[in-house]
């Protein structure tokens, strides 16, 4: 029975992994949830699954909060002292699916105690990567992905030597502007960016799928993960979203995951390696791979870096390094917002992370220096917003 | 360093082989060589490879390969007693590219001293697989696959747990008669069955790719290799031949492992394991994944049993157990080179093969078993074809 933490418990990943522990009862209980501002939602999951600790983002949620369960957890905490204490013993494995940065000292508290972490957070892991790899090297803690392509990649690396890999590809579903040209990129709307093929997310990670940021702060992660140069990581347009990544080797042979794109899988993997869960409904799959009688294809296409300059973006973002990866997140991520809320066009996004990135004096990665570039990129993000307005688009 | 050893040395297997070993110097030393006719190619090949130990299938082959050296090797033996010397010290790894079972005491031998067996002669992995496999167990002793799709299977399930793996699929390129119908095949010449569309094979191997007898052989391998039951191994048409194997885990998610079709690959990888080889032509498989600018597309299909009845009654024998897989695959072995002779046609070879398995009265598979089953299959379906000349075709 392993003991699970959740850090993020209301969110789209923190609500996946209650379900995975929910469909596999006796192999883990929940010690530890924690979210921001969904006192309804925590309360509901805290009452099923009666996890010892409870962190809610703010002091005022407090008392909401406790008014709405069930039972007497052991502590009820709030903001990052309460998501330390969340991700601390007796859990075996924290699942770190906050947004942002908010959980960056927690995850650090986990690592440096050799805990598990299921890195859910992409910006946490594009933002303070190098500093949390380089902890957890020391710690011997474990960093397991939780994405479906860092997944893919892990589990085609299992039993193999860092010296074999030649090159890593990771697939991208092209996202729901996959066919737009170049010229109406200009006009995409909100809810046109929103619009998934193929995977159910949160705005932020659907919108980063439009833009294929999110696959370029993949490449980023990748690198941290597998500690790879930049070089070493591919990107190919594959629309099934099936196979999620390949790994090629030096002898040049090449090893792919697939799986039907569920994230409850990458997710119970995380959550179980080193076993496997049981119990899979395997038809998506067997359709995939022609198992159910019909014929099936899969296609690959190459990324268009024209309609796609995010792409191009993070790999400039992890070739400069530093705080680099850093700045560009956090630029992303408020302009993504700002996109949202209708202050800005489609194009602005990547035009604010370019010029973020240009107005960037990087530091060496360290843990502090995160943090300072983070609320550095979003400030002068926001202060550009504010002062271009809607004046931002460049053709 | 391995010291490597080539039983079958100068057919499609063996001189493959030796491309992998002079196309990495440094990497392998080859101990000895072994064919079973043709003393011109064994000659050549000891000349540049200068082994210690030279074998050739008949005595009175020795004195013309003797003159034909340019070196003095320390022995030349001849037969089964020159396969076992062969296949013993000083050799790490036996490659096993004989044809039918002229090499299964030989193997058998250095199963039982522990040393490494590359298996690519599929005969011998169907009629004396059972025991090989638990005599290697008894002795310590690796069996490596070569054949491309074990080889996947084998790749994949680096760093997993046997109890994980729910099922394998290998692929089949669907041979040169993938879009025959079923009225036509009666029909197939040898030229037609020979001319398969993806890989470069020795005629028996060609023709089996035609019949689909041999995915239905791999199904019976596989079983062996990873100790799987039949209705755990499938099997897909995939006409592109880059993916060669699936495994299906139990929590749903799936690995493969792909690759151009060129069997050096899996050979190299079945003699230089754990380690991989490097400097690999990975331009074939990066168009496959769109990895050179230009869109690709993998198909999956079903396999039409109708069309290809071999591949039934493989399982059938798989099924069976025993001794069965050995009749099958000798009596496969006989009508084949029946139909290559013009003396049967072409659906004859799947009626000669079932007629073996209902008429044989199978035995446990021990290795005088399989002698006895082999010998008594290519008897009975020699004398079949003798007495049917060509009325054998049922409709």
Known sequence: ??????????????????????AHPGEFQVTALAARANVARLAEQANRFKPSVLSIGSPELMEPLFAAL???PRSIGHGIAGLRQAAGPPADVVLAATD????????????????????????LAVAAGEALFARAHASGARIMPVDSEHSAVFQCLLGERKIDIARIVLTASGGPLADLALEQMRDVTPAQALAHPTWAM???????????????????????FFDLA???????????SVAHAFVIFRDGSVKAQLAAPDMRLPIGYALSYPQRLGGADTAATRAALALDGAPARLT????????????????RALRAGGTHPAVLSAANEEAGRAFLQGKIKYPDISALVERALEAHAPNPATLDAVRIADAWARATTLAAIDKGKNALSTP
């Open 202 to 224: 949160g705005a932020k990670n659907s919108l980063d799928s439009a833009t294929m940021m999110n696959k370029g702060l993949e490449a980023i992660e990748a690198s941290r």
């Open 100 to 123: 942002g940065m908010a959980a960056l000292e927690a995850v650090t508290d986990a690592i440096d105690r050799g805990i598990t972490v299921a890195l859910a957070n992409k910006e």
């Open 300 to 315: 690959f296409e190459p990324v268009d870096e024209r309609r796609f300059p995010a792409v191009a973006l993070c790999y």
């Open 230 to 240: 930049p070089e070493q990581i591919e990107i190919v347009i594959h629309r099934q």
């Open 70 to 72: 069930r039972y007497e």
């Open 1 to 22: 029975m392993k003991r699970v933490s959740i850090l993020g418990s209301t969110g789209s990943i923190g609500t996946q992994a209650l379900d995975v522990v929910s």
